[in-house]
């Protein structure tokens, strides 16, 4: 995955677009509220469901947020 910082958007590491981050809040995983599964928690900010993706592939990541557009995300994309 790739951040670019100026746009605020997500891109695969192929350059397909992902999604435009548009919170500009910092909130840490681990104070997060549990949420469905391993890889998903409640922001305690916005109560927002926030997907780790650090474990999952660009194809996976496009494929979820296609499905649930508004979920927010947690990615360790490189910044271009």
């Not at 397909?16 to 409640?42: A, H, Y």
Request: glycine share 2%; hydrophobic share 30%.
């Amino acid at each position: 995955m790739k951040y670019k910082a100026d746009t605020s958007e997500l891109y695969t590491d192929n350059d397909l677009f992902v999604k435009k981050i548009q919170c500009e809040i910092s909130v840490n995983w681990e104070t997060m509220l549990p949420g469905k599964n391993d890889m998903e928690r409640i922001c305690t900010h916005c109560n927002k469901s926030v997907l780790n993706t650090e474990f999952l592939s660009d194809d996976e990541v496009v494929f979820l947020m296609k499905k649930r557009p508004e979920t927010c995300i947690k990615t360790n994309a490189k910044r271009i």
